[in-house]
């Protein structure tokens, strides 16, 4: 059983009364009959009625603990923890400083590694927005809770930690991107975006009220969240989900980081210019390639003159998605929007870059704006943490720290995620917890199926038994079961589609990775993460690791088997049917 609280037996609850009787009653006297200091009576009748009383407060207090509910019987004696579940959406671990890839800087997130646990092993079942908010919830994989990509609706009405988390007594609420098409349910509060939401100037759904807010999105969900909080005056324990749009496609940095990183070359990774020689087609027709694929306009804030030769079809499409982007700003957020780009612009206007030159730009206008909607995130992490520790709450506040799934940051020479390779499939993971957790770094296996039922857990709720991931707590503990994970399962749908990633499910172990691509393609990779960490060299075809690719397969067969998703060809498209569009 899933289960985190014992139930008292009645040889227990027998045990307690008579011990509440023998220390307070001495000879079974009725209290309160006799004057202090003075010998009780031992009559018959005194304790015959004595013995009356004892039998019908048994009773009583059998049948009182037998109607609490089962939340009240938690095995620990601590104070139920407060829970604040903090996720950006594309965030990479490659871009968060403790992690030293030396990228950048973030030291508010870098505060939850330096004092609880950094975890180096944490990854996605399918990596893409809507379906790991869908398993976050759930505890379910994708091909269970219903949501396989942008597309489909989550059903509300299905089970939920934050609706068993209500049950327990907490209080619940949701602040940000939601991005699964129907309402919140579960939570107390909500107040999300509409769909992806802008940076500037945002829409909220305010418990069904559609309103918009002058600010910046990142700075607005943090105060919306913190205010919450603060009004939280019940004694009831609370769960919030603080879910940020940024650093999510297309970078629009907030006016204080407008100019980070200005005047610095910011390093190109090592497998920029991939070329895919030893891959399946799945790598080589992707469409999600920094060179090929980011527009001038929308991704790039830079408008074409449309007679210069420059514009290929899709910046044209997206010159009037730039354009309703900007014109939501006011005008001193116009001012200082242009101040910072309008040179820079100009300068690459005149510099008529082309080839490789031209792709080097653009990665450098990308991860500089990725980074400065990163910068701001930090901050605002800053301002939760310092609000929890200036109110008193920090001690018994479970924070976390993730994304929804991992990202290209030029990794061959792409941007996005949904392949399985390491840049994707991998989440930054930071868990900080005083009351119970020491600050370590954990090697462990864990998956965002896995949240659920650590929340359930450590807010003494049954796990339901539908739920697949499970309870991180003694990992966080620093005590590993002995049977804990060694591989993990992914399985990715969303294909044909937005980046055209082809349809893939795979298995990692600790040392390698087997994908499978297949639908319109049946292609293997196989990948030594040991000697080729940045998976540039598939082996699949390798006589030296056919024994291995064996155990792989064999692997691969029973994670399918145990997460039921056996079937391939269960969720195939209709002929002609494009999926999603994000």
């Known amino acids: 059983m899933k289960d985190s609280f014992f139930v008292l037996t009645p040889l227990f609850i027998a045990f307690c ?28 009748a005194t304790s015959s009625v004595s013995r009356r009383r004892f039998i019908r407060d048994m009773g009583l207090g059998a049948a009182s603990l037998a109607l609490l509910p089962p939340f009240t019987l938690n095995k620990t004696r601590a104070p139920r923890p407060n829970i604040l579940y903090i996720m950006s959406d594309d965030h990479a671990y490659q871009a968060i400083s403790c992690y030293g890839t030396g990228l950048n800087k973030t030291p508010n997130i870098d505060r939850l590694a330096q004092e609880g646990v950094r975890f180096s092993r944490s990854f996605c079942t399918n990596s893409v927005c809507a379906p790991c908010r869908a398993v976050l919830l759930t505890g379910k994989y ?34 940000g991107k939601w991005h699964l098409k129907s309402d919140p349910t579960g939570f107390d509060y909500w107040n999300i975006l509409p769909g992806q939401g802008v940076y500037y100037n945002p829409d909220f759904i305010d418990m069904g009220k559609r309103i918009r807010r002058p600010g910046y999105v990142t700075d607005l969900i943090t105060g919306d969240c913190i205010n919450w909080i603060r009004q939280q005056k019940s004694g009831k324990p609370f769960c919030a989900l603080l879910h940020h749009k940024a650093p999510h496609r297309n970078w629009m940095p907030d006016l204080k980081h407008l100019s980070m990183f200005e005047g610095e070359d910011l390093p190109v990774p090592g497998t920029f210019d991939d070329d895919y020689a030893t891959r399946s087609d799945a790598a080589r027709r992707q469409e999600m390639r920094i060179a090929d694929h980011l527009t001038l306009s929308t991704d790039l804030k830079f408008e074409p003159d ?32 242009q101040a910072a780009y309008g040179p820079r612009n100009e300068e690459f206007k005149k510099a008529g870059l082309k080839g490789e030159a031209l792709a080097r730009w653009k990665y450098e206008r990308y991860i500089k704006d990725y980074l400065r909607c990163i910068a701001s995130i930090d901050d605002n992490v800053g301002r939760v943490l310092d609000y929890l520790d200036q109110s008193g709450l920090a001690e018994n506040t479970i924070v976390v720290y993730t994304s929804d799934q991992g990202f290209y940051l030029g990794e061959h020479g792409w941007f996005d995620k949904r392949f399985m390779y390491e840049e994707s499939l991998r989440m930054p993971l930071l868990v900080r917890y005083p009351a119970e957790v020491r600050p370590r770094v954990s090697n462990d296996m864990v998956l965002n199926l896995d949240f659920a039922p650590t929340f359930l857990d450590y807010a003494g709720a ?34 044909p589609g937005w980046h055209m990633v082809k349809r893939h499910y795979g298995v990692r172990t600790d040392r390698f990775k087997l994908m499978h691509f297949y639908y319109d393609i049946d292609a293997w990779e ?44 269960k969720f195939l498209p209709k002929e002609g049917e494009v999926w999603d569009r994000d």
Not at 142 to 151: F, P
Not at 469 to 478: F, P
Not at 539 to 566: C, F, N, Q, S, W
Request: glycine share 6%; proline share 6%.
């Open 17 to 44: 009364f008579a011990n509440r009787y023998v220390s307070r009653n001495s000879c079974c006297v009725i209290e309160g009959e006799n004057p202090p200091n003075k010998s009780p009576p031992t009559t018959m």
């Open 142 to 175: 994708s091909h269970l809770n219903g949501v396989l990509d942008n597309v489909l609706a989550f059903d509300g009405a299905q089970e939920t930690f934050p609706k068993l988390l209500q049950r327990a007594g907490y209080s619940t609420a949701l602040f």
């Open 306 to 337: 449309t007679t210069s030769g420059m514009v290929s079809p899709a910046d044209r499409a997206n010159l009037r998605d730039w354009g309703m982007m900007f014109r939501r700003l006011d005008e001193d957020q116009k001012k200082a929007w």
């Open 462 to 495: 049954s796990i339901p038994e539908e739920m697949q991931g499970d309870s991180m707590r003694s990992v966080l503990g620093g005590k590993t079961p002995e049977n804990w994970r060694k591989s993990i399962y992914y399985h990715y749908y969303e294909y």
């Open 526 to 569: 196989m990948y030594d993460l040991q000697n080729d960490p940045h998976e540039l060299n598939n082996i699949y075809a390798d006589p030296r690791y056919a024994g291995t690719v064996a155990e792989l397969k064999t692997e691969l067969e029973r994670l399918r088997r145990k997460y039921k998703d056996t079937d391939e060809k």
